[in-house]
């Protein structure tokens, strides 16, 4: 015997289908290129398997091609990989037991870079296999890889293009650094990793020169810096005082006394401006630099004056340290402060601090460790006057963790700052779902825009283009064929250990000018993907110009500042255009419990265990019928997973199978009259509208709940209560020509959210070819039907109000009733009879004025009022005895395995009068009989004990 298949058995099958028939390729192909409809796909790291937070945009990114696809455009969908940078680079290090940028270079760049190269595809087996199974078409064999040679050129272009258009410069700028990593990094990428953290907080005190024992107070969050201290701020126009307590003196500004002496015996003895306090010598708290040759070192351990100095926390002094800050880095250069850089990039304090020297200054361990270290020699000197905890916002490597530290260094930039009016001016252009982020998330990021630096201290990523002479000439190269020319070599490969090696002779004096060490931020190279996957402008010019900016993107709301902004960053330098149009972002998939899906606390399902169990499309289905598609978190079910397979793809299924049942007796020409039909019909047009309106818009999730309802009134509405008509002959073409066209439209709706299913539909109604190389549906006007919807639905509360009445008077469904009256407008007889049929009555009658009558029950909502008639008479009494048997015996002949075809005779014996006396009524004798396909009934030994209304019947079948 043939095991009927699971449905994600069924899927598999028409996953080899599509494979076999080429249908995806057949449906990009089928479309003229004149009619392109472009999506970018932004390419994630092949470092790890993919994730829900993968799965959710991939269900956008396959949602959104399929149904333009059906619309007549052609998307072609092109797999990219991001294939440099950090996330790779630590892998290998850890492999390989590198700990930093000498060790690396220890090894050589050349056979570092090689490693990296030969991981970075080591999952894409594993993703190919993943993204397949769940529906998503892509071309994943003909994909782009960000370190492809014709990819990295494209970029070089970019680079080139923006150093033309002076969007390009090198600067000395306070920024984040990775000490692990000895890298800079991007604001977008410190923005990305920010925790709450305790740090130590140290009231320093620095003792003025000229007036020994009077000391200013001066508060820091990062007591490492305090070595690099070369002057101490102040606001000129506050208003400071001294304090004494016990023998000593203290300088602070006023607004904050109470704060630090509240509770201690103190003399306030004079106030004064800042302004005093400017040119003032004080004693550094450290001697390492005291007598070392510095620039500017006259200006060494002085107080200045600073526009932000605040009162707001602190002291109102502020320790300035150039090498360690923005608004110290500034004031440095206003002031012209000395610049002392006691720590390396490595994160470690030079062999100048000698009691701290190759000390890490923020270690991944135990962050705080060496600021209580600094705190506790300063202590012994008598140089703090206090200490506190401290909790605040710390940033974080986004690949390794090590806090970053914030640090002065050569970087190459992004003018943005600079765009700012261009770029919000393009960014109103772009439609965003849901579209509070364009003016929130987004919007306020581009508000704030800051340069972008782009150059970071590594190994395995594009090269920065740009050669530099010792005479200070600047070449930036654009293209393979420009290196080429001038360095007189063969380029096959554009990567630093192959780059490093070419010289250029220099134009402007008669040395050779060498490429400058940096690779590019990869985030830069995942911004120029628009140009990079079709190798822009080398090739396919014609056909990118056509088709820029692209239609579509979709990713996760962290991408607002990352990706998105990249992409319109690069897309307005370049051409002064948003990139690309419409951009729908997805929230974060958590675990049920609300908490961060985590791998060792195993708090959720694996996604493919989810897929083998209830298949892809009902794992795609719940992910878009969730408001995750509109960036609002989803706490992951598998219940809810659970929920779709059965209340979706399980009911269809079944509705599905129903029609199969009759399917060879329908005549799927006939035309109907019937008000169900003619409901359904309103009801599927309607469907394809608004599903079509949606999806225009971008809304994927408003789009996918009324498929859900429809399924639902397809099944407990049209199907239940056409049941009995597929027994009548005159019936059953209309009904099932109905439910056929019903069943093909819903496949071709249901196409870009449940491939499979809408496939498993569609060529089980004896089609041949793939659904998804139909077009989307057109709504058929004429069938929509408004008064019809009204009507059904007044049926449906009417039917409603009648099976409380009964469930309140606890008469059962199955034991007919009298009448029931409504009151409201009269409906035709059509729907009179369903309800009649819907809640077993034999009369249902409109009535003015409905009045309370014993033995009636009245039920009223809104403007409609039912009266049900309990009353059960002798005749009724009989009738419900027909069906309460007739229920019974039927069962018995499923059981029995009987079909429509098998005759069978009864035999029953009771101890039950009134089931005595229903065998003596013909009549109803004869109903049963005719119900049950019984040949005969003989009172005698029955064998099988049932309960009819609670009285005792034994029956037996056997086949006649
Ligand atoms: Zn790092
Ligand atoms: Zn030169």
């Known amino acids: 015997m043939e095991t009927k298949k699971t449905f994600p058995q069924i899927e598999e099958d028409i996953m080899k289908f599509w494979e076999e028939n080429k249908i995806f390729e057949k449906s990009v192909e089928n479309r003229k290129e ?14 790890g398997l993919p994730h829900y937070g993968h799965i959710v945009a991939g269900t956008m990114k396959d949602l959104v091609p399929r149904f333009w696809t059906m619309k007549g455009k052609r998307v072609e969908r092109r797999w990219g990989w991001d294939c440099h940078g950090l996330p790779i680079e630590n892998i290998v290090e850890k492999e390989l037991n590198l700990n930093s940028r000498k060790d690396i270079e220890t090894m050589g760049v050349d056979k570092f870079n090689e490693a990296c190269r030969s991981k970075v595809l080591i999952y894409a087996d594993e993703w190919k296999r993943i993204v397949k199974r769940l529906g998503r078409w892509v071309d994943m064999e003909n994909d782009y890889k960000t370190m492809d040679v014709d990819f990295m050129e494209s970029v070089w272009w970019v680079f080139k293009s923006l150093w033309d258009k002076n969007l390009l410069y090198e600067g000395h700028k306070s920024m984040h650094i990775c000490p692990r990593c000895e890298t800079t990094l991007s604001n977008i ?12 907080s140290v009231t320093a005190k620095f003792e003025l020169v000229d007036e020994p024992k009077t000391y200013v107070l001066a508060w820091t969050t990062t007591p490492w810096t305090l070595p690099g201290n070369v002057a101490l701020a102040v606001g000129p126009d506050l208003t400071y005082v001294k304090v004494e307590m016990g023998e000593e003196k203290y300088i602070l500004v006023k607004e904050l006394v109470a704060k630090f002496f509240d509770g201690k015996e103190y003399k306030v003895l004079g106030s004064f401006k800042g302004s005093d306090l400017v040119g003032k010598k004080y004693v550094p708290l450290f001697d390492y630099y005291k ?3 510095l620039i500017n070192k006259e200006n060494l351990y002085v107080i200045e004056s600073a526009d932000f100095v605040s009162t707001e926390d602190g002291t109102g002094v502020v320790h300035i340290a150039p090498a360690f800050g923005e608004d110290d880095m500034r004031l440095g250069q206003e002031k012209k402060l000395s610049f002392i850089q006691h720590v390396g990039q490595d994160g470690r304090f030079t062999a100048d601090v000698k009691d701290f020297a190759g000390k890490e200054v923020k270690p991944k361990e135990d962050p705080a460790a060496t600021d209580v270290e600094i705190l506790k020699y300063l202590s012994a000197k008598g140089l703090i006057f206090s200490k506190e905890k401290y909790a605040h916002s710390y940033p974080f490597c986004w690949r390794c963790e090590s806090p970053l530290l914030n640090y002065a260094t050569n970087s190459w930039f992004v003018k943005v700052a600079e765009q700012k009016e261009a770029l919000l001016k393009n960014a109103e252009k772009i439609n965003w779902v849901p579209d509070h982020l364009k003016e929130g998330r987004f919007g ?12 970071r201290s590594r190994y395995w990523g594009n090269p920065l283009p740009v050669w530099k002479c010792e005479c200070g000439n600047i070449k930036v190269i654009g293209s393979k064929k420009e290196l080429e020319e001038l360095s ?10 192959f780059v490093d090696k070419l010289e250029i002779p220099c134009d402007k004096c008669s040395k050779k000018m060498k490429r400058i060490p940096e690779v590019l931020d990869c985030w830069f190279e995942s911004g120029s993907m628009p140009y990079g996957q079709m190798h822009y402008p080398f090739e396919n010019k014609a056909k990118f110009e056509a088709n820029y900016p692209a239609e579509f993107i979709a990713e996760g709301v962290d991408q607002c500042r990352a990706w998105f902004y990249v992409l319109h960053v690069l897309g307005v330098s370049l051409f002064n ?20 899906m985590s791998k060792s606390k195993k708090n959720y399902p694996d996604p493919m265990l989810v897929v083998d169990k209830y298949g892809a499309d009902a794992l795609r289905f719940y992910l878009t019928s969730a408001s995750v598609m509109r960036a609002e978190d989803l706490c992951f079910s598998e219940k809810g997973v659970d929920e779709v397979y059965k209340k979706v793809v399980l009911i269809l299924m079944n509705v599905l199978n129903f029609y199969k049942m009759y399917e060879a007796r329908v005549d799927v020409k006939a035309k109907s009259e019937n008000v169900l039909d003619q409901w359904l019909m309103t009801k599927t ?6 599903v079509g309106e949606k999806m225009e818009a971008y809304e994927l999730t408003k789009a996918a709940r009324p498929i859900a309802d429809y399924i639902d009134e397809l099944s407990t509405w049209y199907v239940r209560r056409s049941r009995d008509r597929f027994k009548e002959e005159s019936e059953i073409s209309p009904a099932g020509a109905t439910l056929r066209q019903a069943l093909e439209k819903l496949s071709l709706v249901l196409a870009p959210f449940m491939p499979y299913l809408a496939e498993h539909i569609w060529q089980t109604l004896g089609n041949k070819d793939s659904v998804h190389l139909q077009d989307w549906p057109e709504v058929d006007k004429k069938a929509i039907d408004k008064k019809i919807l009204e009507d059904m639905s007044r049926v449906r509360e009417i039917v409603e109000l009648g099976l409380a009445a009964r469930d309140e008077a606890k008469v059962k469904v199955r034991q007919p009733l009298q009448y029931i009256r409504y009151e409201a407008k009269e409906l035709n007889k059509e729907f009179e009879r369903i309800i009649a049929e819907e809640l077993n009555v034999k009369e249902v009658k409109w009535t003015e004025g409905i009045i309370i009558k014993p033995g009636r029950m009245m039920k009223e909502s809104g403007d409609l009022k039912v009266a049900l008639n309990l009353e059960i008479t002798e005749e009724l009494k009989w009738e419900g005895l027909v069906r309460e048997i007739t ?4 069962n018995l002949r499923k059981e029995a395995g009987f079909t429509i075809e098998d005759k069978a005779d009864l035999v029953y014996s009771t101890e039950s009068e009134q089931l005595k006396e229903f065998f003596t009524k013909e009549n109803f004798v004869e109903q049963l009989r005719k119900a049950t396909l019984l040949a005969s009934i003989k009172v005698g030994e029955g064998t099988n004990e049932v309960k009819v209304n609670d009285e005792k019947l034994k029956i037996t079948l056997t086949k006649s």
């Open 189 to 200: 990428e410190v923005s990305q990793n920010y925790k709450d953290v305790k740090d130590i």
């Open 685 to 690: 047009n309607l469907l394809i509208q608004e």
């Open 34 to 47: 004149s009619n392109s409809y472009v999506f970018y796909d932004g390419p994630p790291f092949a470092t």
């Open 577 to 596: 255009k948003n990139a690309y149009k419409n951009v729908v972002v997805n929230g974060i998939v958590l675990a049920e419990d609300g908490q961060k």
């Open 887 to 890: 229920r019974q015996v039927n």
């Open 291 to 293: 007598d070392a040759d």
């Open 444 to 455: 306020q990021w581009l508000e704030g825009a800051r340069d972008w630096s782009i150059s």
């Open 488 to 497: 007189g070599s063969k380029v096959e490969d554009l990567h630093k250990h």
